[in-house]
């Protein structure tokens, strides 16, 4: 899957995109169908994203999901409607499996980026296995959970940058990062993810999405292989991760200049 999202013939990034959970079937075809046009209008190899379920919340009464089996039957009529991948997390081995029967790659959350038990089962799945670089990792740390995939006889892994833990509330993207992770694993930058303001007194994670592009131009500029980022109709109505996402509305302006920004890029 990882020499498939590489392969544009323009040499543009490959994305990653979509809600941050699946909250309806309508809803996840509406975004889906939209950037489905954009990236092939733009060359950009495409994978929807959609957590089947969010594991890891503030708040006990937070959001997670509409079931288990109904997202993930969500995920797969998207891939079958618009003839891309999809991407979801999984949050223990046992999900694996599961979640296999469903998407074309799996994510492993950065807080559970170490979990040894996760990423075998993932790996041996023979699905691509996207790996978010825990807040609290350097980047050369993350050689290993790419080797524990690999040891377990599968090759197709990424590694996605998502910032590290800056104090209580904020994230930083060490940009020097990524030439060191890309001698282990293709590299994404978690543009929306990045810009998280975590921890906040109320319960409810913020963000700083008005940096986004920002955030984004960076990671081209940096030699990012992929870009990944949550958006959503009405971001303030998303019911999880609101704060930090880009309004659908938004990301054809914002593909359009960052592939030309690549396009810059490629030609230095």
């Not at 807080?111 to 790996?131: E, H, S």
């Not at 109320?202 to 986004?212: A, Q, R, S």
Request: overall charge negative; some cysteine; hydrophobic content about 40%.
């Amino acid at each position: 899957m990882i020499e498939k999202l590489q392969s544009s013939k323009s040499g543009n990034f490959f994305l990653l995109a979509g809600p941050c959970v699946i909250e309806g079937e309508n809803m996840a075809i509406d975004i889906a169908g939209h950037i489905s046009e954009i990236a092939r209008a733009l060359d950009i190899p495409y994978v929807f994203k959609g957590s089947y379920r969010k594991a890891n919340r503030s708040r006990v009464d937070s959001f997670t999901g509409i079931g288990d089996i109904k997202a993930l039957e969500i995920l797969r009529k998207v891939r079958d409607t618009f003839d891309i991948p999809v991407v979801t997390d999984i949050h223990t081995p046992d999900e694996a499996a599961m979640a296999a029967e469903y998407v074309d790659v799996l994510q492993i959350p950065a807080f559970l980026c170490r979990q040894t038990d996760l990423l075998v089962a993932a790996a041996k799945t023979g699905k691509m296995v996207n790996i978010k670089k825990g807040q609290f990792l350097s980047p050369e740390s993350m050689r290993f959970a790419v080797q524990k995939v690999r040891d377990a006889g599968n090759n197709d892994v990424a590694v996605t940058e998502r910032g590290t833990t800056f104090g209580y509330q904020d994230l930083i993207v060490d940009f020097r990062g990524f030439p060191v992770m890309r001698q282990y694993a293709p590299v994404v930058l978690d543009v929306t993810h990045s810009l998280q303001q975590p921890n906040r007194t109320e319960g409810v994670t913020g963000g700083l999405p008005h940096l986004i592009e920002t955030m984004a131009r960076c990671g081209i500029a940096a030699g990012a292989d992929g870009l990944f980022m949550e958006t959503h109709p009405n971001p303030s109505e998303a019911k999880s991760d609101g704060a930090n996402m880009l309004p659908l509305s938004d990301i054809k302006g914002l593909l359009e200049r960052l592939t030309e920004l690549r396009m810059a890029v490629n030609r230095l």
